[in-house]
C-alpha cells in the first residue's frame, strides 16, 4: 500500500529534504511552510489511526468475501456478570457461534463465564488488560505488558492463548503495531458497528444495522451494552431473514484462533 504511514513518513522527508536543498541552491521559502508540513504529516498519522480498516499502520481484516452473503458477530469489553450470559443463551438458542475479545480485569470473578464461552463452542480473543483512555499513547513495551497479563489470565482459565485481537477503540499507531507484532496476534478490525454502548434507543441501533448490513460484515457489539441483548435476537433474526448465514469468525476469515497447551 503505498499510501501508508511508511511511505507516507518516507515522502515527507524526502520533501523536506528537497527544500532544505533549494534552500542552499538559493530559494527561498517562508519558515512556516516547515510548520504546515509537519502539521499535515501529523494529522494524517493520527487520523488515520482511528480508522483501523483504513491500513495506514498496518492492514488489518475488517470483513470477510462481499460476494457471500454470510456475517459474523463479534463482542468487546466483556465478560459481564449479567449480560454476557444473556447473550449467551440467545447464541445458544439461534445456534450461533461468535467471538468475544474480553477486557482483562474484567476476567477476575467472571471465570466461569469465560469458561462457558469456550464450552459452548464460541472464540475468544484479547481486547486489552484495562482499556485505557491512554492506551494508545503507552509505549510497546508497556502495551506489551498489558497483553501478555490479558493471555496469561485467559490461559489460566481456559487452558487456551489466544491469537486474536481487537485494540481498544479500533484504533491502531506504530506502537500498538509493534506490540501486536510481538505477541504474534491476528488484529481484526469491523464493519458494521452499531454503538451500542451509546444511549441511542434500541429501534435506532436496529435500523442502523439494518442500513448498513452488507455481506462479509463482521458486526461489532458489546457484551457490556445495555441494549445490546434486548436486541441481539432480532439482529440474528433479521440477518437470516435478509438471506445471510451467521459463522463464526475463523471461517469466514480462514483464521487459527487460539493455541492449547
Known amino acids: 500500500m503505498m499510501f501508508s504511514f511508511r511511505y507516507t513518513t518516507l515522502y515527507f522527508f524526502i520533501l523536506l529534504f528537497s527544500l532544505n536543498i533549494l534552500m542552499i541552491a538559493g530559494a527561498k521559502f517562508p519558515w512556516f511552510l516547515y510548520l504546515i508540513l509537519l502539521f499535515v504529516y501529523l494529522f494524517i498519522s493520527v487520523f488515520l489511526s482511528f480508522f ?3 491500513g495506514f499502520h498496518m492492514k488489518v481484516p475488517c470483513h470477510g468475501a462481499r460476494n457471500i452473503r454470510s456475517v459474523s458477530l463479534t463482542f468487546d469489553d466483556g465478560p459481564d456478570p449479567v449480560r454476557t450470559p444473556l447473550i449467551l443463551d440467545i447464541l445458544a438458542e439461534e445456534k450461533v457461534k461468535a467471538t468475544f475479545f474480553c477486557k482483562g480485569k474484567n476476567l477476575d470473578g467472571n471465570e466461569e463465564i469465560v469458561r462457558r464461552i469456550v464450552r459452548e463452542g464460541h472464540r ?4 486489552s488488560y484495562f482499556h485505557s483512555d491512554w492506551f494508545d499513547f503507552y509505549p510497546a513495551r508497556k502495551m506489551i505488558a498489558e497483553l501478555s497479563l490479558t493471555d496469561e489470565k485467559i490461559f489460566s482459565i481456559t487452558g487456551l492463548r489466544p491469537r486474536l485481537f481487537r485494540p481498544p477503540y479500533g484504533v491502531i499507531n506504530p506502537m500498538v503495531k509493534k506490540a501486536v507484532a510481538a505477541m504474534k496476534y491476528e488484529v481484526i478490525g469491523f464493519s458494521n458497528r452499531l454503538w451500542d454502548t451509546t444511549s441511542r434507543p434500541p429501534e435506532k441501533l436496529l435500523a442502523r444495522f439494518r442500513k448498513q448490513l452488507r455481506p462479509g ?4 457489539l458489546h ?8 436486541i441481539l435476537k432480532k439482529i440474528i433474526l433479521h440477518a437470516r431473514s435478509d438471506g445471510y448465514s451467521i459463522i463464526p ?9 487460539n493455541d492449547a497447551s
Not at 460484515?217 to 461489532?220: F, G, M, Q, S, T
Not at 457484551?223 to 434486548?230: E, F, K, L, N, W
Open 52 to 54: 483501523i480498516c483504513s
Open 217 to 220: 460484515d463482521i458486526i461489532l
Open 124 to 127: 475468544i480473543g484479547g481486547h
Open 249 to 257: 469468525l475463523d471461517e469466514m476469515l480462514n483464521l487459527s484462533v
Open 223 to 230: 457484551d457490556t451494552g445495555r441494549h445490546t441483548s434486548g
